[in-house]
């Protein structure tokens, strides 16, 4: 069974910070991972995925994600994060299986 | 890029009724599943399914829901009857296969049920 742990519930920063959300995962296996964005209110927004090859992988709006195999991590970083990004971001784990699954979320807020 | 669409965007539906949500998945794709997510928190697995067939659910998915795709139209979720615990945003998303392809999440359906 794969599991998702998304450390933070809550993280805030201020505009033209960096920021990082932190994405630990537990399967032994070939993994799928990936991050998604939810705007309040709104529907899952993909930003990037992993599946093999170069560990880090560049999204949309300037993310960015590093597969770590030793720390079991995908974290989601952002080099100078904008009002805009403020939302629920979901660390999501697919498997040799059918199914998606998601950590529990952090809500990132950017205080301008 | 392809599109997850759902319609309603929103529901409202008096307990104990029968509510139908459809989706209409990217039109190649082969798998489709259904996620719960009540308000602010976690998405929940519901279902997966595959050439006509339930091919995993959750506990979630008790024996009032059922899943249906006839003749490759809408990908519909039912709930009868409806119960206030039901209320929730429900999303579909649908994927061409299994381990490393993308999934694709529609909108969501708001279901309220009161």
């Known amino acids: 069974t794969q599991t998702v742990s998304q450390s933070d519930a809550h993280v805030t920063v201020f505009e033209g910070d960096s920021v990082e959300l932190r994405c630990n995962y537990s399967y032994g296996g070939s993994i799928y991972l990936s991050w998604y964005i939810q705007h309040h209110g709104r529907g899952l927004q993909f930003l990037l995925k992993?599946?093999?090859?170069?560990?880090v992988v560049q999204g949309v709006n300037g993310f960015k994600a590093e597969f770590s195999k030793s720390d079991s991590s995908f974290h989601l970083r952002k080099a100078s994060v904008h009002w805009s990004d403020s939302a629920v971001y979901f660390c999501?784990?697919?498997?040799?299986?059918?199914?998606?699954?998601f950590g529990s979320g952090t809500r990132l807020l950017v205080s301008p | 890029g392809p599109k997850v669409l759902q319609i309603p965007s929103h529901q409202i539906i008096d307990m104990g009724q029968m509510v139908t949500l459809n989706c209409d998945p990217v039109s190649n794709h082969l798998y489709f599943y259904w996620y719960k997510q009540i308000l602010g928190q976690q998405m929940e697995f519901l279902v997966n399914f595959y050439n006509g067939k339930v091919m995993e659910k959750s506990k979630l998915f008790k024996d009032q829901f059922s899943v249906e795709r006839p003749d490759g139209s809408y990908f519909t979720l039912k709930i009868q009857p409806t119960a206030l615990e039901d209320s929730a945003v429900y999303f579909c998303?649908?994927?061409?296969?299994?381990?490393?392809?993308?999934?694709?999440f529609g909108k969501g359906t708001r279901l309220t049920v009161v």
């Open positions: 999501a784990v697919r498997t040799g299986g059918y199914k998606v699954v």
């Open positions: 998303a649908s994927s061409l296969g299994q381990g490393n392809t993308e999934v694709f």
């Open positions: 992993y599946y093999s090859g170069n560990p």
